[in-house]
């Protein structure tokens, strides 16, 4: 398929997709996309001989519609894109509204650079803060390297750091500076912990996702 998915397809995969995940031997009929989606049965209709036309699903007339392997990874990476956006509006900036309204406007704007990018950061997350599993068809995950920015968590075993971003507040902005330890500190990996300007912690999981360093 050469031509570029539409955001309003984009949509309708992706809720293929989540019926998929919820029935994956059972095609998708009109009427249940349509009520879905929130739209008439026609439309509905007519966007699956859209969707079908492009190769992105098989329809079986009177019994529904299927995803086809493209349209089902093309659909995975809609639905992770979403996914990953979920993670950083509440681990990155405390997002309280409706994360998952938010996090649909904006995963329609992420590239796979970008994608590739967010999922570094955030620590190549395997679920969203619902507990949902992100799906990771076709994740690239890059190795490491100098002057990369990566969440602590992510920083190897025997790796240098320079803290870069910190994403907390209250109690934990005041412990860590208390410690000495502010943007610019130099962070290392032991493996069972981490030395920061030779000051020996072990930090939470939770914790070491959001503090950000650039790798030296």
Do not use: W
């Not at 309280?96 to 649909?104: E, L, P």
């Not at 994740?139 to 390297?145: A, H, N, Q, Y």
Request: hydrophobic residues 40%; glycine residues 8%.
């Amino acid at each position: 398929m050469d031509e570029p998915i539409k955001e309003f397809e984009e949509m309708y995969l992706k809720t293929l997709y989540e019926f998929f995940t919820a029935n994956p031997d059972d095609p998708v009929r009109t009427n249940a996309l349509s009520e879905a989606m929130g739209v008439s049965a026609a439309s509905a209709s007519e966007m699956v001989k859209r969707l079908a036309k492009k190769g992105l699903l098989i329809h079986e007339p009177y019994k529904g519609a299927r995803l086809s392997e493209e349209g089902f990874e093309a659909a995975a990476r809609i639905k992770r894109r979403e996914g990953l956006m979920e993670v950083f509006l509440v681990r990155m900036i405390g997002y309280t509204g409706d994360v998952k309204a938010a996090a649909c406007r904006l995963e329609h704007a992420l590239t796979d650079d970008l994608e590739a990018a967010m999922d570094r950061l955030l620590g190549y997350p395997e679920h969203t803060p619902e507990g949902e599993q992100i799906p990771q068809v076709t994740r690239l995950i890059e190795p490491i390297s100098p002057t990369m920015l990566v969440p602590l968590r992510a920083l190897p075993e025997g790796m240098d750091g320079s803290i870069e971003l910190m994403v907390l507040e209250g109690a934990d902005v005041r412990t860590l500076e208390q410690l000495g330890i502010v943007t610019g500190t130099r962070v290392r990996s032991t493996g069972d912990g981490y030395q920061f300007d030779g000051l020996r912690l072990n930090v939470s999981k939770q914790l070491a996702s959001r503090i950000l360093v650039r790798t030296l």
